[in-house]
């Protein structure tokens, strides 16, 4: 598996490796997945390299960052091992359950999570793949033994049409992947076609009236997780009895990088860690974080993810981070793409501080630190950090938090 440490290529590692598959992989670094999967056994290597294809290799899957030319997946064609991209190796898996598919522009890790809670808490005995690593079971993938498969679903280049969907979820749908969709109504679109690939579909107006006990999770976007977790697992079962599916709820404690709390620093300030890469996610977060800390200080490093998204995006990204007190911004994280002209995060500073919010560009993700190190100082226990984007900026929480 080249990308072994992707999000989802690690849980379907280990999915195969439960199967009694043998299973190798590699990828670029080192990062917390990978740790998991070391710890599970796996022989991971860190360099790509055509040495590290054994000759007996039945199958390669490769995830979407990896080029055609890398040296493992030419070494696979030149000794005739077959190839899957990690979405098409999904799909192939998904042909052998019923498969709940839970899409959607926000929440959808969450609430798969969630979902899957409720079916193991209820006996079900799901297996699940989502995209993060959720805290009751240190993974991102859950074992199961019977039938069901909660797996998140991808919208970016319609990857969500690779599976076989019995059952999809659909939290919400708010254009996004700006560089694959020029408009939201392609966006929109690609949502309909998921719809009419799945035998069962279920929408906001069908689990908005669920009620939901308290949770352990902030923000009432999390509660709207809560209700289209629980609103699936009422469909499936429909015997399911609420007092179990709501202590799944109320017990729950969340997943990796949604709003995690990374301890204080050495002045005690608290500090958080957030996924959040699109402005409507970036607002209710920080929404939630002055609903629960009125009286602190808050300040967002961020992370903007791709140029082309922070270009489409960034009057709203501006409106959503001037929310915070305080606005630190890491270099772009480009990912997949190349830079465009006058798309910086020195121009979304500019628009963000025109708001009314103070807001910094650096150059550097140990600047950035540097930077929060001292607000830190400056504003001792009155302060609130949060490292916020999809890139590596949870990384800087880790330095900074005792």
């Known amino acids: ?81 077959p190839e899957l991209s990690y979405f098409q190796a999904l799909g192939e898996v998904s042909k052998k359950y019923r498969t709940i598919a839970v899409a959607g522009t926000h929440g959808k890790t969450t609430t798969a999570a969630m979902l899957a809670s409720i079916l193991k808490a209820a006996g079900k005995e799901p297996t699940a793949i989502v995209g993060s690593l959720v805290n009751e079971w240190g993974s991102n993938y859950l074992a199961g033994t019977s039938d069901i498969l909660v797996v998140e679903a991808c919208e970016y280049k ?10 999809l979820v659909i939290t919400n749908i708010e254009w996004d992947h700006t560089d694959y969709y020029k408009t939201p109504k392609e966006f929109k679109a690609a949502f309909a076609e998921v719809r009419r690939q799945a035998k069962k579909v279920i929408e906001k107006d069908e689990y908005v009236k669920e009620l ?12 709207e997780n809560a209700r289209a ?13 609420n007092v179990v599916i709501d202590e799944a709820l109320k017990n729950f404690k ?48 961020f992370h903007p993810h791709l140029y082309s998204r922070t270009r489409d995006l960034m009057n709203d990204f501006a409106k959503s981070l001037a929310l915070a007190d305080e606005v630190i911004l890491a270099p772009i994280y480009p990912a997949r793409e190349e830079p465009i002209l006058g798309v910086t995060s020195e121009a979304l500073a500019e628009k963000i501080s025109a708001l ?32 916020m984007g999809a890139g590596d900026i949870y990384k800087v929480a880790e330095q900074i938090a005792d």
């Open 229 to 241: 977790a629980k609103a699936t697992a009422r469909a499936l079962f429909p015997e399911l009895e």
């Open 158 to 167: 319609k990857h969500f049409l690779e599976l076989h969907t019995e059952v």
């Open 356 to 387: 009314g919010t103070p807001a910094r560009a650096f150059s550097s993700l140990d600047e950035v630190r540097d930077a929060l190190l001292a607000i830190s100082y400056k504003l001792q226990a009155t302060s609130l950090l949060i490292t």
């Open 1 to 81: 598996m080249v990308g072994i440490g992707g999000i989802g290529m690690s849980a379907l590692a280990q999915l195969f490796k439960h199967e009694g598959k043998r299973v190798s992989g590699s990828d670029r670094e080192e990062s917390p997945v990978t740790d998991m999967l070391k710890k599970q056994g796996f022989k991971l290597y860190f360099e790509h390299d055509a040495e590290n294809v054994p000759n007996d290799t039945g199958l390669l899957i490769y995830s979407d960052a990896v080029p055609e030319d890398n040296p493992e997946r030419a070494a696979a064609r030149e000794k005739g091992i």
């Open 254 to 301: 969340g997943v990796w990088r949604r709003f995690e709390y990374k301890g204080k620093t050495k002045e005690g300030a608290l500090v958080y860690d957030d996924y959040a890469h699109h402005p409507t996610a970036i607002r209710k977060t920080l929404e939630a974080t002055r609903t629960k800390f009125p009286s602190k200080k808050i300040t967002v490093a």
């Open 212 to 223: 939901v006990p308290d949770l352990l999770l902030i923000g009432e976007f999390n509660k």
